[in-house]
């Protein structure tokens, strides 16, 4: 058996083991082992490999968590270090200072949080709370989700939390196919930052948007908390576990699936579709024009007849 054929057949053992969807799995892996026996991965190497396998992966599964990844940091193949990619993962949020990018105080009073990576609860809730906390006082606040690439569904739990005043929304739950269990995603009851609740609140969301930062743009939107601006996500809804399968080829292994408590679904392949939708770089220019309109409307409201 060839370095690759070894390498393939190892990645499609963890698929036939633990994919969100069995029947699936099954379809995926004959796929793959035709285009084996056919001799279309002769001859490929590193990150050309990675590519061509992840194209049939997702041709046979559309499925965009379902890839083999090239990384150049090399992998322990030691069962005892095969942790799902928890460990890389937090290292990398790290150096990504838990995802937030910037927080910045606008005029007209509005907050903005610039959110690349979601981070666990677990280790980022110390980080989320003081980004919170600079923007607790705006009168409205735009979280900018365009460049997010996913995360951890604890950390989008965590963020989704200071939108809502209490502990008491279901949020969503995530089905685990390999314990054949549901877990309930609730508003966390103690949080390190005061609380956003009763202020508008703007998610931009673009081409790019994926995973953990759709699972935040979708949860908000479906409970009626956030207006989304901005673009059409990728549509990735499957919690992930990457195993090595090489020294230094991962391959990514959706095992669960995030389902609404209010549509009852979730965004896998559609992606989440904006209220307000505007190509992606315009998005945050309409987001502040409408909070600056709310927030002046209410001023108004409030003041009553003079």
Known sequence: MSTNERMIELALDRISAAYVFPEKAVTIVAAIRSRLAAGAYEGLDGPELCETVTAHLQEACPDRHLRLLWTDVPQSLEPADDDGGQAAFLALLRTENHGIARVEHLEGNVGLVDLRRITTAAEGAAMIGAAMQLVAHSSALVLDLRACSGGSAEGAAMWCSYFFPDDQVHLNDIYDRRTDTTRQFWTTAHLPAPRYAGRPVYVLTSAATFSGGEDVAYTLQAHGRATVVGGTTRGGA??????????????????????????GTNWEGVGVVPDVEVPAEQALDVALKAALRRTEAEAEAGAGPR
Do not use: C, G, K
């Open 238 to 263: 499957h919690p992930t576990e990457r195993h090595p399968v090489a020294e230094h080829v991962l391959v990514t292994v959706p095992t669960s699936r995030a389902i609404s408590t209010v549509t």
